[in-house]
């Protein structure tokens, strides 16, 4: 969003602290409204991505000036010399500027800013304490379209200010009482049309006259130091209107991870569920027979199929043949034997209760090429295990 404030006009007196104690009125607006509205302190203007502020074309002039062919250093130390003629006052009270050189120009042609250097200071000052890093100073006249018939006007109180654009380099502003007649500039066959200099024409400006002021600032060097002075660059980053936007769409990335989480979590309890009731089935289909009676069974397959899960494995088969399995090298043995299952990638290991096995049933356990000790009563089933006897 884009933010146009319209400078008010110099008054007649000189003396700078005679400017503050007047009530020197500011206009803004934002680039999608279309009036302007009027304020004496900038400082509690909305924070807004860049600033387009409009100098009066009165206050301002723009001059189309033939430069010799040397550097832009040189043509600046030179410049008071070359326009001295057009000055209305010494060097030393006016700004002078050499603009950016445009694609359009010849190479010899250069467009040079003439002000009164107090009022651009004190223009600065109002300036700096804005609340946004991208500030642009143009005169307003550029904004406003090349016409060899209109006359362009603004009436405040009992004066009205008009502006005359023949071209970019050719403008003309003048001041008059408002009861007065129009100032006849030169001889026309016709009488000039007269066009209303409103917030609308300025703003439509923007968009169509871009390529006359994009690379023009008027902010002098000074501007810097008084936004520096005022910390304004801090209390741009400390804005709450700045972090509006970024809170809200953080607000919402939250909600989504939030959300997203909390699905997440919901798809691993289900999937848990999935778990026990396959390996529940696939141990009760197989181990029927020694799963009756056994209070503990369903507890032993909870944990064993967590403990697949969280080690992020499926069955693929492999659990009921190792329950076959299993059952195969059991066949021997009384159902209480079994006490304990745990299935993880590792295999499925089984534990017994040493008490219920004679010496013959555990060593034809423990012959069992299949089965791995890991215990006195703890052994483990390897994965795939039986293949080879397949």
Known sequence: MRLIIRCPVRPVAINADDWSAQDLYFSWAQSNEAD??????????????????????????????????????????????????????????????????ALDQSSDLRLVSVMNRDWLLWLSQKLAVINCEQIQLISESMLLPVSNSALFFQQEDTTTFYTSKKSTSN?????????????????????PELVELSAALLIDGITTEKKSYVSINLLPDEFYDFRAERQSELQHWLSRDLWKVPLRWAKYATLTLCVSYLGYLFTLVWQDRQWEALLQSAAHQVLSDRAEGQASFTKLVKASCLAAHKNIENCDGDFERLLLTLQNVLKDTPPEALKGLEYSKKGLVFELQESTLSNTQRLAILQDSSVQRLGPTRFLLSPYASLAHD
């Open 36 to 101: 302007f509205e009027k304020v004496l302190d900038l400082d509690a203007l909305p924070v807004v991505d860049s600033v387009l502020a409009l100098i009066p074309g009165i206050d301002v002039r723009v001059i189309a000036l033939k430069v010799p062919a040397v550097s832009t250093k040189k043509i600046q130390q030179i410049l008071p010399m070359l326009i001295e003629d057009e000055l209305l006052s010494s060097p030393s009270d006016t700004n002078i500027q050499l603009l950016p050189h």
């Open 171 to 191: 403008v003309l502003c003048w001041s008059q009482p408002a009861d007065d007649p129009v100032l006849a500039i030169e001889e026309h066959h016709a009488q």
